[in-house]
């Protein structure tokens, strides 16, 4: 039998010579056709990457970033990048790509009622836009490998009686608590990402970080770049290929040289930013294994093998033309710490003292 290749003439194979026969299959089965999809507004303002992995999850993320460098994947008819945020109307040309496998059965977490109760008494504001939360540290923000627990499996029951689903504008890492912010309807994430994106909201976090910064305090500004490994995702210095990440700080107490409560006051949202930024300069988040490793967890700290990363203030314009500010207390394990190193919280009266307005 003589061998044929197939091209795709409308919907049909056409053969022709020279491959040999694969039991008569089309590769047109396999490589699909271009497609042009439309932003939805349940899609509103997530990042292009996201938005493949939400549509598209059989293409991963090396094979993206390859079709969007080689122009493949276009917003609006423009090149685009994976960290460009779409927009509902917004039309996103999809090159053929692969048929998703199909994924193995797996059982949809379902939410205990215990837990929640414990995400509903971790509302610290609500109103018929906005909600925020005190994430708890161990809670995941999103699913992933390994993740069945996750604060996105939740949001349905955050409605309180809304016509739509919670979204979630912004995450902290699993074992960071603190200040989270849901919008609760399209209307309010598409507001809330944007002042994310424009840098128009205000963040200040604590933690417990091992040794005493020097200078006590300042900006740090360096380029991280993303690195993934078999210990999962991380950052690392990277002055050619790193993205500009800067971090003011201030130290507000210390016990000695061993241990000191630093502030911290993001000026830009890198993955890691903050853990990454603090090892950087010598003195590692109390309990982060990944930046700091053994450096990390000193003796005789009874919690070192916890984060002490906290989300404790944020200041976020809202829809109705009004600045929020809301404070998270201390987790437990937190509090504990500081109890036990002679840290007062009344020390830090007002989490935005010290720190500049400017951008």
């Known amino acids: 039998m003589p061998g044929f290749r197939a091209s795709i003439v409308g919907d049909r194979c056409q053969p022709l010579p020279s491959l040999p026969a694969r039991r008569g299959r089309c590769i047109a089965s396999a490589l699909g056709k271009v497609q042009i999809k439309k932003i939805m507004a349940e899609d509103a303002e997530i990042r292009l990457d996201r938005w493949f992995k939400r549509h598209f999850p059989q293409l991963g993320h090396n094979r993206l970033e390859k079709l969007l460098r080689t122009g493949q994947v276009r917003l609006d008819g423009k090149r685009a990048s994976a960290g460009d945020h779409v927009a509902p109307g917004q039309e996103v040309r999809v090159p053929p790509?692969?048929?998703?496998?199909t994924p193995p059965t797996k059982r949809e977490?379902?939410?205990?009622?215990?837990?929640?109760?414990q995400i509903e008494r971790a509302i610290l504001y609500r109103d018929?836009?906005?909600i925020v939360i005190d994430k708890p540290p161990g809670l995941a923000v999103q699913g992933g490998t390994a993740t069945d627990?996750?604060?996105?499996?939740?949001l349905d029951e955050l409605r309180f009686g809304a016509a739509e689903r919670p979204r979630l504008v912004h995450r902290l890492d699993k074992d960071t608590s603190g200040t989270l912010v849901l919008a609760r309807n399209a209307?309010?994430?598409?507001?809330?990402?944007?002042a994310f994106r424009d840098k128009a909201t205000r963040k200040i976090y604590w933690a417990a970080v091992v040794g005493l910064p020097a200078p006590r305090q300042g900006r740090i500004d360096r380029r991280l770049a993303k690195m993934p490994g078999p210990a999962g995702e991380r950052v690392i210095e990277e002055a050619d290929e790193g993205k500009r990440a800067i971090t003011d700080y201030r130290t507000v107490a210390h016990a000695g040289d061993r241990i000191a409560w630093v502030a911290m006051n993001p000026i830009t949202g890198r993955t890691h930013q903050l853990r990454a930024h603090m090892a950087a300069i010598g003195t590692p988040i109390l309990g982060d294994h990944k930046y700091g490793a053994a450096a990390a967890q000193p003796?005789?700290?009874?919690?070192?093998?916890k984060l002490h990363l906290h989300a404790?203030?944020?200041?976020?314009?809202l829809p109705k033309g009004r600045t929020l500010r809301v404070v998270a207390p201390l987790p437990p394990h937190m509090a504990r710490t500081w109890k036990f190193l002679g840290f007062h919280q009344a020390e830090e009266r007002d989490p935005f003292a010290g720190f500049a307005d400017d951008r």
Do not use: W
């Open 149 to 154: 627990i996750h604060l996105d499996a939740m």
């Open 97 to 101: 790509l692969p048929e998703a496998p």
């Open 187 to 194: 209307a309010a994430a598409r507001f809330l990402t944007g």
């Open 128 to 130: 018929d836009d906005v």
């Open 312 to 317: 404790r203030a944020i200041a976020i314009p």
């Open 299 to 305: 003796s005789g700290i009874a919690e070192a093998r």
């Open 109 to 117: 977490y379902q939410p205990k009622p215990r837990d929640i109760a």
